[in-house]
């Protein structure tokens, strides 16, 4: 069971479509639940179909969303939950947002070449997604992740865990 210094957090995880912010999520969220915390996956495209039919895709509506998933993230680890989020996070606003309002917040941001990031989505049997939308890249991260391929999802996850230890503590190893 958890222990009062492993209090809720959240792990931002951002990146750009298709660099691998929800295999990377979904990976560490199994991690956290062998270890008996309480986690959720919070994965942005989740989120906006089951809740953002009344957005669409302008940068303002990018926006809201992003600051929608925000403050669900920071109930959530208000209630003792680790969350783990997957979403392109463009906005550093809303990234600054976390820091100040999260008292346990990790922010990862997983780097993946566009070729890559374009094979990825043809893998998936999609059209590569919209590579033209601004991204402002994350100003002070916790953790950068190259994520080219080079490696496997697990050793990538594990890099991401072994980062993370300190933040949940040492006893969840």
Known sequence: MATPD???????????PASGKTTL??????RLRARHLPAVLLDGDVLREV???????SLEDRHRCARRYA????MLAAQGMQVV?????????VRRWNRA????????????PDAVRAARD???????????????????PDLVLDNDGSASADVVAGRLWSHILGSIGRDAD
């Open 6 to 16: 492993q209090a809720g957090r959240v792990f931002w995880i951002t990146g750009l």
């Open 25 to 30: 999520a979904t990976l560490l969220v199994t």
């Open 51 to 57: 809740f953002e039919h009344d957005l669409g895709y």
């Open 71 to 74: 403050r669900l993230g920071h």
């Open 85 to 93: 989020t997957a979403t392109i996070s463009l906005f550093e606003d």
């Open 101 to 112: 309002q999260v008292d346990r917040y990790v922010e990862v941001y997983v780097r993946a």
């Open 122 to 140: 043809r893998d998936r049997g999609r059209e590569p997604v919209s590579y033209d939308v601004p991204f402002e890249e994350p100003a002070t």
